[in-house]
């Protein structure tokens, strides 16, 4: 089964970046030293942290659910992150496609 992890995290400007990735450890890695693998956000706003990511066995559904967060508020990512739950979301996706990792 292949893995997709959706994630958030912290910039030090406090803006939060949302991506896929298939492995987390690398992905952090590559916005942490601003790799040239690393997302053009993250070359212009310093990593701080991982907040949260979620995970989910399809391509498909990481992108569906990367595409959701993208569009929320700030203020919603950040309800995403401290709730640890994806319920703000429940209207427009199935959130038990997705599983909270860390």
Do not use: P, W
Request: charged share 30%; with cysteine; hydrophobic share 30%.
């Amino acid at each position: 089964m292949n893995k997709y992890y959706i994630y958030i995290i912290r910039c030090s400007d406090n803006s939060l970046y949302t991506g896929i990735t298939t492995d987390i450890d690398r992905r952090m890695m590559e916005h942490k030293t601003k790799s040239k693998l690393g997302a053009k956000y993250t070359k212009n706003h310093d990593f701080l942290r991982l907040e949260i990511y979620f995970m989910t066995s399809s391509r498909s559904l990481a992108s569906k659910l990367e595409y959701h967060i993208k569009r929320l508020s700030k203020v919603d990512k950040e309800k995403i992150i401290t709730s640890e739950s994806l319920n703000i979301l429940s209207d427009k996706l199935d959130i038990n496609n997705y599983v909270k990792v860390g």
